[in-house]
């Protein structure tokens, strides 16, 4: 049998699976703070470059905060935190292979398709309303492009809310800012605006109906037509 080669470890690793350790087993808890480095030098017998490392790299994970003057602390994990953590490295792999930019919009259409769908069975009447609202505040953005993107954002985020998946609007959201240099171009183009709005009213009435079939429906017909008139503007 070939042996494997045995791999030095820097010590900062060495670190880093240590504190892992002590914070899966629930030893320093969500919330509380990591002891001092000086506490960790002499616990782990390393100096404070390895310490320093190990903790930086906790906190590019998401998995720690470090706030000047203080000790680290674990975050309280949530949907939101855990999704931006990989923001950073969508954008840049987009930026990197446009050609999965065409991933990312399959994955939308088929995300917020089945939000849509469960929006519809799970709306209220509180819920149609604040739809109704969106749509509204949508209309009265049109002399602010910028305002407009965000209304925009916000209807999205809504049906996504009404879904009942507390995961779905951290989801939404960073396709939004991932996409983000493909998606205000659809947007901003000329006539998109009352496009937009019209078609996102019959994504509310399909919700407002409990129509499962006819919200997934208009959603799908929505990101289709968005994603046409991208193709479109890009040949020009």
Same mark, same amino acid.
């Given at each position: 049998?070939?042996?494997?080669?045995?791999?030095?470890?820097?010590?900062?690793?060495?670190?880093?699976?240590?504190?892992?350790?002590?914070i899966?087993?629930?030893?320093?808890?969500?919330?509380?703070?990591?002891p001092?480095?000086?506490?960790?030098?002499?616990?782990?017998?390393?100096?404070?470059?390895?310490?320093?490392?190990?903790?930086?790299?906790?906190?590019? #994970?998401?998995?720690?905060?470090?706030?000047?003057?203080? !000790?680290?602390? +674990?975050?309280? *994990?949530? /949907? %939101?935190? $855990?999704?931006?953590?990989?923001?950073?490295?969508?954008?840049?792999?987009?930026?990197?292979?446009?050609?999965?930019?065409e991933?990312?919009?399959?994955?939308?259409?088929?995300?917020?398709?089945?939000?849509?769908?469960?929006?519809?069975?799970?709306?209220?009447?509180?819920?149609?309303?604040?739809?109704?609202?969106?749509?509204?505040q949508q209309?009265?953005?049109?002399?602010n492009l910028e305002?407009?993107?965000?209304?925009?954002?916000?209807?999205?985020?809504?049906?996504a809310?009404?879904?009942?998946?507390?995961?779905?609007?951290?989801?939404?959201? #960073?396709?939004?800012?991932?996409?983000?240099?493909?998606? !205000?171009?659809? +947007?901003?183009? *000329?006539? /998109? %605006?009352? $496009?937009?709005?019209?078609?996102?009213?019959?994504?509310?009435?399909?919700?407002?109906?409990?129509?499962?079939?006819?919200?997934?429906?208009?959603?799908?017909?929505?990101?289709?037509?968005?994603?046409?008139?991208?193709?479109?503007?890009?040949?020009?």
């Amino acid at each position: 049998m070939a042996e494997t080669t045995i791999v030095r470890r820097k010590l900062y690793q060495e670190v880093l699976d240590r504190l892992m350790d002590r914070i899966r087993s629930g030893e320093i808890a969500p919330g509380a703070q990591l002891p001092s480095e000086r506490e960790l030098m002499e616990i782990y017998g390393v100096g404070r470059p390895a310490i320093r490392e190990a903790l930086q790299t906790l906190e590019r #994970s998401g998995i720690v905060e470090i706030a000047h003057g203080e !000790r680290a602390r +674990v975050v309280v *994990p949530t /949907a %939101e935190t $855990l999704i931006a953590q990989i923001a950073g490295g969508a954008m840049h792999l987009l930026r990197m292979q446009p050609d999965m930019l065409e991933h990312l919009k399959s994955a939308r259409m088929f995300l917020e398709a089945g939000m849509a769908r469960m929006a519809a069975g799970n709306a209220s009447e509180e819920d149609v309303a604040q739809l109704q609202l969106k749509v509204a505040q949508q209309r009265a953005s049109m002399v602010n492009l910028e305002e407009f993107i965000e209304r925009d954002m916000a209807f999205h985020r809504e049906i996504a809310r009404i879904s009942g998946n507390p995961i779905f609007p951290s989801i939404v959201e #960073s396709l939004f800012r991932w996409a983000g240099e493909y998606y !205000r171009p659809l +947007v901003r183009a *000329p006539g /998109a %605006e009352e $496009l937009t709005l019209s078609e996102h009213q019959r994504i509310v009435d399909a919700i407002a109906a409990h129509d499962g079939d006819a919200a997934e429906q208009a959603m799908r017909a929505h990101l289709s037509r968005a994603n046409d008139l991208y193709r479109t503007l890009i040949r020009t």
